[in-house]
């Protein structure tokens, strides 16, 4: 690799090959004819391996010098967000990897079976099948009929472009313009960047109070400290953990704080249809920080956030903290100007 800053280590260049939708296959034919192939594959017994048809150009590959990729777009960063004129600067953080290796032909039934049982768990996670067994005659004939291929990760190389080449001032400002256009994978971009380059500087939308730091974008390793946090709140009663979880995961607004040890001590998400309104739940704070400006600060990262900024309305429900909602600017229904149309709210409760 040209530049090491980029170098990603071994483990979380296995992770993305693991998780890629597809990698790309490429090697020679026996006449030197170059192939390309775009395939599903599943990392299984320290190899990468995918599958195929037992006759066409696949096997023209076998025993031959190949290179497996794949790659995972970050951001694209547009030129104007360092310089005014120049098109130079457009550039794109991404992350990527590459196994270099000899195309191994796997013919024992036993690992192929485990093989394509992987890449069920992969494609087909939800279930819905009997568990793939080589001696089973309900897939004994499919699987000795075929091909199954593998490239060990022996030489594994890993590429995480995140902005390391750049002062922490830059990344600082690339955070706030990343913020700014909002687009919808942009405050996951935030995040990526800060955890490659740590010491970037902290951008004003992300200040939070001391001991803290605010995360513009949570994702599912914080799905479980989450609901900790959830689990119990008099508008959470009656709700199973795994619905709290699957709320996380599927609002398109789910910010949070961190203490000093990383520990998610704050959550707060919103869904949104960007125009005309937008609904805030969940928003909670670890007991032992509350009082200390840790919830506000939530808050108005959460009204910020791209998802939420461009809402006409923004709706939320409190027993208890009117006077806390109301410094951002939220008031009863009833002291705002009646809707010029009558409307009855509706509700289909499910299970």
């Not at 005309?276 to 009082?291: E, N």
């Amino acid at each position: 690799m040209r530049r090491e800053i980029f170098r990603m280590d071994r483990a979380e260049a296995e992770a993305l090959i693991a998780r890629a939708p597809v990698v790309h296959v490429a090697s020679t034919t026996a006449e030197g004819e170059p192939l390309l192939r775009t395939v599903h594959g599943a990392l299984v017994r320290g190899a990468i391996a995918f599958h195929g048809a037992p006759a066409g150009e696949k096997t023209e590959i076998v025993g031959r010098p190949a290179v497996v990729s794949c790659e995972e777009i970050v951001a694209s960063i547009p030129s104007y967000f360092t310089d005014p004129e120049r098109a130079c600067p457009a550039t794109t953080l991404y992350r990527s990897a590459q196994v270099h290796g000899v195309i191994e032909r796997v013919d024992d039934p036993e690992h192929k079976a485990e093989v394509l049982e992987a890449l069920m768990r992969k494609y087909q996670p939800e279930g819905g099948y009997a568990p793939l067994d080589a001696a089973s005659p309900l897939y004994r004939k499919a699987i000795a009929g075929i091909l199954v291929l593998a490239v060990p990760l022996e030489r594994l190389d890993g590429k995480a472009k995140l902005a390391q080449n750049r002062t922490p001032e830059e990344r600082a400002r690339l955070l706030t313009r990343l913020w700014e256009r909002g687009l919808p994978g942009d405050p996951a971009a935030i995040e990526a960047l800060r955890a490659a380059c740590p010491d970037t500087l902290v951008p004003a939308f992300l200040s939070a109070p001391a001991g803290c730091a605010l995360a513009c974008a949570l994702g599912p390793r914080d799905v479980d400290a989450a609901v900790d946090l959830l689990e119990g709140a008099y508008w959470n009663q009656g709700v199973s953990r795994e619905a709290l979880a699957r709320a996380q995961i599927g609002s398109p607004a789910w910010v949070g704080a961190r203490d000093g040890a990383g520990r998610l001590v704050a959550t707060a998400r919103a869904i949104s249809d960007g125009s005309k309104r937008a609904w805030m739940f969940d928003v909670m704070v670890a007991p032992s920080l509350r009082g200390l400006g840790v919830g506000e600060a939530v808050v108005r990262l959460l009204l910020d956030h791209p998802a939420v900024r461009g809402a006409l309305h923004v709706h939320l429900g409190t027993q208890d903290a009117h006077t806390f909602y109301a410094r951002f600017g939220f008031q009863h229904r009833a002291d705002l100007p009646p809707r010029p149309f009558v409307s009855t709210e509706m509700v289909l409760t499910r299970g």
